[in-house]
């Protein structure tokens, strides 16, 4: 009677080896030219289930929408800041008490971790950033006690893969100069009870490598396995998250749990990132972490969260990686889903964006009667200021000749500058029209109203020949020199 007592409990108590589910949340970035208002945002997450958001810096409009909406946040801290985190526990003070005690009322925000610096230890930083996490961890962490928040929020650091290496998954260490840095940030985040957060991106491991196996990157099997002893690898997830597994396991923390902070597939912009690559790279992921399979060396024990990487495009992003910097949301700038995607959050597909205030069904595009030979300059004038990587190898439109790539930009520009007839000039190079001139998979853009959008049209004429004049500036020394 009293094991049969003690199995009832243990069932109910959820102690019968069940595994917890894999939280599945978005990475929201708002590094763009044309912001949906932050309500349409939090709407849009809310409708489609998405119950776990993370931020790459507070914002004040930003967290506001939150407040109320029941969303799990991760707030980061940009490597900026950690210099002076770092040094100054007063500035670590002020920083919580501005952007997370202010927000944390009984129907406020729930945030629930604190990302101290973004990739910090990235190999491309040459150490800029590393020396500062500890101590700002350490500081940020006396804040929060004094803030009474320790019981329910918790700082991460969020690591690029680069922070481990290994040739295969179980040998995974991490590189040499961070050993000792890791070990610190390891045993604090172990007595804290927060998780290592990760961030892998198989397609920079393709994008970056030509000898990479392309079929490796998905999930759907491949011709090309990793044979790491008993253990066999057929997609780069796994092994790469293997590797950082065992490079916890040389610290002695090798049943820590691992979040993955940012993870995705760009749609747009480079060979290989196109809507159909994505749709099957993010689908394929889902599906592997909510079947519960795990990996080779954590068997049945998936990773804690996925934030997929990113909800929305950013078209304002810095394209020295790549063009299709602007292209990971799974979501377009305006809110409409690129593809089809179930998220394994109650809805089979995703749910367009509510209320988006679109600006009028008019588009920029050259003037068929035109003589293009001086369209030059206005183009790369248009695209030193509106995003046409869409245009460049490997985009949804590259393919649409001479004259479409010129409209392309005329029209990028017309709709960044709220469509102002002035912006549509270009010396009588372009003319205005009512008909969609999207061709195939390339879409011309319509701009939407933000709360900008009433200073920006004052701008238009300012904005254009100061553009304009710089270029002609550096045209005229590169003719003299």
């Not at 990235?122 to 006690?145: H, K, R």
């Not at 893969?161 to 040499?176: C, H, K, L, N």
């Not at 190898?393 to 000749?401: A, F, P």
Request: with cysteine; charged share 15%.
């Amino acid at each position: 009677m009293l094991v049969m007592v003690v199995v009832v409990i243990l069932a109910l108590c959820g102690a019968s080896g069940a595994v917890a589910e894999t939280g599945i949340g978005v990475n929201w970035g708002t590094v763009s030219f044309r912001k949906l208002k932050p309500t349409t945002v939090v709407d849009l997450l809310k409708d489609n289930k998405i119950g776990k958001v993370k931020l790459f810096e507070a914002e004040e409009e930003v967290l506001k929408a939150l407040m109320g909406s029941g969303i799990e946040i991760m707030l980061g801290i940009p490597n900026e800041h950690l210099s002076l985190l770092s040094s100054s526990p007063s500035a670590a003070d002020m920083w919580i008490q501005k952007n997370v005690s202010a927000y944390m009322s009984k129907h406020g925000a729930l945030i629930r971790y604190i990302a101290v610096g973004n990739e910090p230890f990235l190999t491309s930083y040459n150490g800029e950033f590393q020396n500062f996490v500890i101590p700002a961890i350490q500081n940020l962490q006396e804040s929060i006690v004094k803030a009474n928040l320790a019981g329910s929020v918790k700082l991460v650091v969020p690591c690029n893969a680069d922070a481990y290496e290994s040739t295969v998954p179980s040998q995974g260490a991490f590189r040499p100069e961070l050993t000792q840095i890791m070990t610190q940030l390891v045993q604090f985040l172990n007595s804290n009870g927060a998780p290592f957060i990760v961030n892998i991106y198989p397609f920079l491991s393709l994008y970056d490598n030509g000898e990479f196996p392309q079929d490796y990157a998905f999930f759907e099997g491949t011709t090309h396995p990793v044979i790491d002893g008993p253990n066999v690898y057929t997609n780069a997830f796994d092994g790469n998250y293997d590797t950082l597994v065992a490079a916890l396991s040389k610290l002695g923390y090798g049943q820590m749990p691992i979040v993955i902070g940012e993870i995705g597939w760009p749609s747009d912009g480079a060979m290989g990132a196109n809507i159909t690559a994505a749709r099957v790279f993010n689908q394929g992921l889902v599906n592997h972490v909510l079947s519960n399979k795990g990996t080779p060396l954590r068997p049945n024990s998936p990773p804690m969260d996925i934030y997929i990487f990113s909800l929305l495009d950013e078209g304002a992003k810095s394209i020295l990686p790549g063009s299709f910097e602007r292209h990971w949301g799974i979501f377009s700038f305006d809110g409409k889903p690129k593809y089809p995607l179930n998220l394994g959050l109650g809805n089979k597909e995703l749910k367009n964006a509510k209320n988006v205030e679109y600006l009028p069904s008019r588009w920029c595009v050259a003037s068929a009667s035109s003589d293009m030979n001086n369209v030059a300059n206005h183009v790369r004038m248009a695209c030193s200021v509106a995003d046409c990587t869409t245009l460049n190898y490997g985009g949804s439109c590259n393919g649409i000749g001479e004259k479409g790539n010129i409209s392309y930009a005329f029209n990028s520009y017309y709709q960044l500058q709220m469509q102002d007839a002035r912006s549509c000039n270009f010396d009588g190079l372009g003319v205005v029209t009512s008909r969609d001139p999207s061709v195939g998979a390339c879409r011309f853009i319509l701009g939407v109203k933000d709360k900008d959008s009433d200073s920006s049209a004052s701008q238009i004429t300012t904005t254009y020949k100061y553009h304009l004049c710089i270029l002609l500036v550096i045209l005229i020394i590169q003719w003299i020199f």
